[in-house]
T-cell receptor
Framework: QQPVQSPQAVILREGEDAVINCSSS?????VHWYRQKHGEAPVFLMI?????EQKGHDKISASFNEKKQQSSLYLTASQLSYSGTYFC??????????????FGGGTRVLVKP | GAVVSQHPSWVICKSGTSVKIECRSL??????MFWYRQFPKQSLMLMAT?????????EQGVEKDKFLINHASLTLSTLTVTSAHPEDSSFYIC????????????FGPGTRLLVL
C-alpha cells in the first residue's frame, strides 16, 4: 500500500523552511527519500533505518518514527536548487536481497527567489 | 553514490514495433534491478523486479508478454516493450540495488518513449 505524503505541494521563498511528511499504514523497516527534477530521474537523498534515527545532508535532514510509521523531511533555509518533487519510498521488512520500495505520491516543492 | 545508466535516453517508434531499453549499473554489481513507469506529474509505478539469472517478478496488472525483462548479468537488465502502442508512451526508469536493508536503490536517467 502506497505511503501518504503531505503536503502535496509547497511554495517557499529562498531561506524559508518546510517539512514534508510520509505516513504508512504498515510497519516500516526503512524509509528512503529522493528528489526528482522535471524531466530527470529521482536522485537519492538519504535512507533512514528502523531505530528512530535522524539524518542530515547539508541543510536537508530527516527523521523516522517507527512507532508512528512516519518519516519527515526537513528543508532548512531552502535554496533555489531545492525545487523539485520529493518522494519517500518505504520498505516493510528486512530482506536479504531485492526488496522493492513503495513510493508515495510525491510533494512538489517550488522555491522562489 | 552508485551510477546507473540507461540507453536510449529517448526513443520515437511506430505503433507495432518493439523497443528495447538497457539498464546498466556502472560501478557496482546489482543483485536486483527494478523497472518503473512514470506518467507526467505522477509517482513512480513499479512494473517489475528483476533478479540476475531468474525470471522477473511483475506487479499486478503489468503484462508479462508485453514488457519482457531480462537480467542477463549483475550489471545489465533490459526491458523490451513488444508491439508498442501509443498508450505505452511514457517515461521508463530503471533502478539498481546491490543489497537490501542498508542500501538504497539508485536510479538511471530514464528513457522517454513516444509511440506514434
Amino acid at each position: 500500500q502506497q505511503p501518504v505524503q503531505s503536503p502535496q505541494a509547497v511554495i517557499l521563498r529562498e531561506g524559508e523552511d518546510a517539512v514534508i511528511n510520509c505516513s504508512s499504514s504498515k510497519a516500516l523497516y526503512s524509509v528512503h527519500w529522493y528528489r526528482q527534477k522535471h524531466g530527470e530521474a529521482p536522485v537519492f537523498l538519504m535512507i533512514l533505518l528502523k531505530g528512530g534515527e535522524q539524518k542530515g545532508h547539508d541543510k536537508i535532514s530527516a527523521s523516522f518514527n517507527e512507532k508512528k510509521q512516519q518519516s519527515s523531511l526537513y528543508l532548512t533555509a531552502s535554496q533555489l536548487s531545492y525545487s523539485g518533487t520529493y518522494f519517500c519510498g518505504t520498505e516493510g521488512s528486512f530482506k536479504a536481497a531485492g526488496n522493492k520500495l513503495t513510493f508515495g505520491g510525491g510533494t512538489r516543492v517550488l522555491v522562489k527567489p | 553514490g552508485a551510477v546507473v545508466s540507461q540507453h536510449p535516453s529517448w526513443v520515437i517508434c511506430k505503433s507495432g514495433t518493439s523497443v528495447k531499453i538497457e539498464c546498466r549499473s556502472l560501478d557496482f554489481q546489482a543483485t536486483t534491478m527494478f523497472w518503473y513507469r512514470q506518467f507526467p506529474k505522477q509517482s513512480l509505478m513499479l512494473m517489475a523486479t528483476s533478479n540476475e539469472g531468474s525470471k522477473a517478478t511483475y506487479e499486478q496488472g503489468v503484462e508479462k508478454d508485453k514488457f519482457l525483462i531480462n537480467h542477463a548479468s549483475l550489471t545489465l537488465s533490459t526491458l523490451t516493450v513488444t508491439s508498442a502502442h501509443p498508450e505505452d508512451s511514457s517515461f521508463y526508469i530503471c533502478s539498481a540495488r546491490y543489497a537490501s536493508g542498508r542500501e538504497t536503490q539508485y536510479f538511471g536517467p530514464g528513457t522517454r518513449l513516444l509511440v506514434l
